[in-house]
């Protein structure tokens, strides 16, 4: 601590419903000046009842503190320890933790490792219980999520509408191949522009530059944007649907012989091409084999995608000159839809690849884990994205923008988490390529609310550094992380601190996993937030989200196709 030098460690244990704080220290320090600084930098439910002076914090073989010789400690009080709770106070050096900048890193676990004098520690509060019944609310939370909704509706009203053409097709013998090129054409174009940079970003703002006098639940609902793939699965699906009906109804038309059908032979021949890619694209997007091989899907999806656009570009052409006999290109290319709506659709695909460049890198190593690289080539806004590459035209990773707070350039983390992100670390660029525009993601909603409550795991604290920095939404931050300031370097934990001089940041390394759901939950009460935001894996993600949305707060997290 700045204001008492001498405290080299410090730690507290829950003793019979009691916190009981132990630090070590060069002189004694009187109790009730202990705790009147502590409560300036800790939550209330982390400020120990009492303090115990002693020479010096008993550690384990493995630098851990040693919560056996604690709890004897506590056991001559006639007190049974149930808890570890470290904290290190600003200034503190320590072999685990370091505060800086008059901030604090409050570790609280449940380690698990001691069973016997470990269990759950006391709080002034649990969390409450879950609205409604558990059937409903899997229902509301789990199966029916926007992105489910979005998806359904529009599959359903694609269904709706072939079955209205099948109808004017066997009922009143209406030839429908032009309907159905039209309907092809509609959804591909749509599926496509729900990936389209500009479009998301234009969503982006508009849904989230919503007024904060508006009441939070319409704000709760317009910060739901990024549910907006399922728009794109959902058109993706039905443009395959209704590419299988014209396969089907234009194979039929060529049998019918010379003099009767409306299509040639090369027509039927590219039809059945562009149905095999466009069936492969949309079994290989299944959630579950796209996570187990990604790289096989985007190749898939990216190659595959180009084939099949040049092909349907071929097919609109003879599909256009076949259906309207005796007309010349001239006057049917201009009236016919699908050739707008591909076009369209062609725009968007190439847009980001004309953006496609080479730009140079300011390298910062944090550890052997983590690297943050720095750009200088654009400004993005808070809660964007970028994507970069070693390759080009094989694979691409994105990375949430940490925009500088002079609000120009940005810089990014890079942390240990496959072969990419491993050699990045390794090489430390100078340079490296990045394809499009800076693109909306999650954290981009928080400008729909008032405030916020960051929670974070790992290298996930980078995208809540830069709502942080931003100064335009308050924001309370909850990191774990394994030795956040080994991995991540100081100038990472001061300037959470610097901004959140209340950031929680959990050391998992050497306290274990702490409950996250109650300690987002603490922090959303105690600092009266509107919504919990949460930047971590998929697991974790969805857990929280779903612990904090079946009790009526806001919560949101990147989806399994945001």
Known sequence: MQKYPGITRACATVVEGVLFGFYAASTFIGEDDL?????????????????IFIADIPLTSNGKVDKKQLAALALR????????FYTASSGASSTTDTEKNGGSIANLSTNSSDDSSTTAIEKPELLPAKNGFYGQRWLRHRAFILYRKFFSVVVMANVAAAVAVLYLEVHKGRRMLADLATAT???????VLMRSEPVINLLFTVFC??????????RRHCARIFHIGGIHSGCALSATMWFGIFAIVATLDYAKGTGHRSVRLASIVITYLILLLLIAMASLSYPAFRAKHHDTWEMVHRFGGWMALVLLWIQVYFTTKDLNPGRA????????????????????????????????VRSEVLSSHAIRLHFDYTNPVVGTAVRLAERPLVDWHGFATITNANGKGFSLIVSNAGNFTKRTIERAPSCIWVRGIPTCGVLRICTAFK???????????????????????????????????QI???SIINAVFEKDPKAIIHNTRTMGKPDMNLMAYQLWKESGAEAVCVISNKTFTTRI??????????????????
């Open 209 to 218: 530059s919503v007024p904060l006098c508006f009441p939070l639940s319409i």
């Open 488 to 490: 991540f370097g100081k």
């Open 545 to 562: 989200v779903y612990a904090m949305e079946s009790r009526g707060i806001p919560a949101y997290g990147a989806i399994f196709d945001s």
């Open 451 to 485: 405030s916020v409550v960051l929670v974070a795991t790992g290298s996930g604290i980078g995208p809540c550094l830069a709502v942080i920095l931003a100064k335009k939404t308050p924001a309370r931050i909850l990191w774990t992380a394994p030795n956040p300031e």
């Open 329 to 360: 290109l001239s006057q049917t290319y201009p009236s016919s839809p699908p050739v707008w709506l591909l076009t369209v659709a062609t725009m968007a695909i190439i847009f980001p690849w004309l953006h496609l460049r080479k730009v140079p």
């Open 77 to 84: 009080a006639n007190n049974n320890i149930t808890e570890l």
């Open 185 to 191: 054409a509609t959804n591909l174009c749509m599926a």
């Open 35 to 51: 705790k009147a600084f502590v409560q300036q930098h800790l939550p209330y439910y982390s400020v120990p009842g009492q303090w």
